[in-house]
């Protein structure tokens, strides 16, 4: 057996005597928790641990991997000074980074900036080291690729272990919502209790479908912290039957710890939880597709052949009237996996018709919007599509905006910012006003005047 267990653990400083200075004691289930796994890992006497944490090295684009030979950390930013030193399996480091490089998969040793362990390492080695210490390490970073990449690292990670048969164990090292309460240090949302029932259900389930699928309205409202570990471990583990244990769950200061245990008893290949997801998206997109209208036909039809051929193709004179005689401001967003992949408009008309606004923003759209490198050939038939179609804005005051319906312009100066209604994550006219603003380079102290403006949603 390669991989021999997972776990999924927090790393809060104040679990630790010195730190928590007794206010340990009101997690003391959490603290119970890591006992147990570490008492389990000492059973288990692996040749390697995997740690994944949210405070390691990381990168927007970039799976981050330690490297070097060894590495050491201490907690004196939190009040507990004294090093803790770790050995880095560097045999098995060289051959993900290899696997990954082979596989073109953006993960490897490059831009090591801080060597030093962090606390979503060092919490768990504290517990770990006073029942097992014979062991080498693997330290791996999050980063800003979608959960869909991290699962499949994760399934990069177990390949290469099995290679090279190591007995390992996965630590994911994460706290849950950061927003329980009032008096917490982030404050509270409706959404961090809502997060953590769910997550520790699925942690209790061992339904690894949850991690992957929640809602990233949730997710980002809720201000999870180990969500990414957690589906890093399931990609480890895919295809692999365990046995799931919620070990505990407490938030007394305003965070979720959850401690949970994942025993691996053998293969299951009912458990491919990616591919189930891929092969839903790809319905929905079929479906969406079978129901597109001409506005958002003619976006898709126009990225592929640029994407494909470098050329837009010839506009179809059947196309509906107000497209070939209508003059709007259009934009064209472009989604895969769920998550934005382009966005591109116009305020105001600048090409002759609609159809031509939107064949020119569908391209820069999926080429040219400076977030997002171009789409490829091997995205096209994962990405899906909607078209607004903008019409005219009005003068407005913040009383008179609703994000739900309204779109808003920001305007200070030559600088407009401009932010569609009705978008995910967006609920209240400040945080609408503060993204247009953003996004315009206007300052909170600049003057500025407001518009408000309607839209036609295509999907």
């Known amino acids: 057996m390669a991989v021999q267990a997972a776990f999924i653990v927090p790393h809060p400083p104040i679990v630790l005597p010195e730190i928590g200075q007794g206010r340990e004691r009101e997690i003391a289930a959490t603290t119970e928790s890591f006992r147990a796994v ?18 390691a090295v990381a990168y927007s684009d970039y799976i981050h991997i330690s490297p070097g030979e060894e590495a050491e950390g201490d907690l004196a930013p ?22 990954c490089k082979a596989e073109g998969f953006p993960a490897g040793t490059l831009g090591e ?5 962090d606390h979503g390492v060092l919490i768990p080695l504290r517990f770990i080291n006073e029942t097992y210490s014979d062991y080498k390490l693997v330290r791996i970073s999050l980063s800003g690729l979608s959960r869909e990449e991290h699962y499949r690292f994760g399934m990069l990670l177990n390949r290469c272990i099995e290679a090279l048969g190591r007995n390992t164990v996965i630590i994911a090292s994460g706290d849950l919502s950061h927003k329980l309460l009032e008096s917490g240090p982030y404050g509270y949302v409706p959404e961090g209790p809502k997060l953590d029932k769910a997550l520790t259900a699925a942690m209790e389930r061992g339904s690894f479908w949850d991690f992957l699928t929640l809602p990233d309205a949730l997710t980002d409202k809720g201000a999870d912290c180990g969500l990414l570990s ?14 799931p244990r919620l070990l505990s769950y407490e938030g007394p200061f305003g965070v979720g710890y959850g401690v949970a245990s994942f025993e691996v008893l053998g293969e299951d ?32 039809e126009t990225l592929e052949a640029y994407v494909l051929t470098g050329k837009m193709p010839f506009l179809s004179p059947e196309l509906p009237p107000e497209l070939l005689y209508g003059q709007a401001g259009v934009f064209v967003s472009i989604k895969r996996d769920g998550r934005l992949r382009g966005c591109i408009g116009t305020i105001d008309p600048a090409k002759l018709s609609i159809a031509e606004e939107i064949r020119t923003n569908a391209v820069s759209a999926g080429t040219r919007d400076p977030r997002f490198s171009p789409v490829g050939p091997g995205e096209l038939e994962e990405l899906v599509y909607s078209v607004d179609v903008l019409l005219p804005p009005e003068p407005a005051e913040i009383g008179t905006l609703d994000p739900a319906r309204y779109g808003v312009i920001v305007t200070s100066g030559l600088k407009r910012g401009l932010l569609l209604p009705d978008l995910d994550g967006i ?13 315009a380079g206007i300052k909170p102290d600049d003057s500025y005047s407001l518009e408000r403006f309607e839209v036609v949603r295509h999907y």
């Open 78 to 99: 939190f009040g507990a000074p004294g090093p803790l030193h770790a050995t880095y399996d560097t045999e098995l480091v060289r051959a993900i980074a290899a696997y």
């Open 427 to 439: 609920e209240t006219v400040g945080e609408q006003i503060t993204v247009a603003m953003k996004k």
């Open 269 to 300: 290949p009912g458990r491919n939880f990616l591919d189930q997801q891929k092969r839903d998206r790809m319905l929905d997109v079929r479906l969406r597709r079978e129901a597109e209208d001409a506005y958002v036909r003619l976006a898709r």
């Open 38 to 55: 570490a008492a389990r890992i000492g059973e288990l006497r692996p040749d390697t641990i995997l740690v994944f944490s949210p405070h």
């Open 113 to 117: 900036r801080d060597p030093a362990l």
């Open 230 to 243: 957690f589906v890093m471990m399931a990609g480890v583990l895919d295809c692999k039957a365990v046995k």
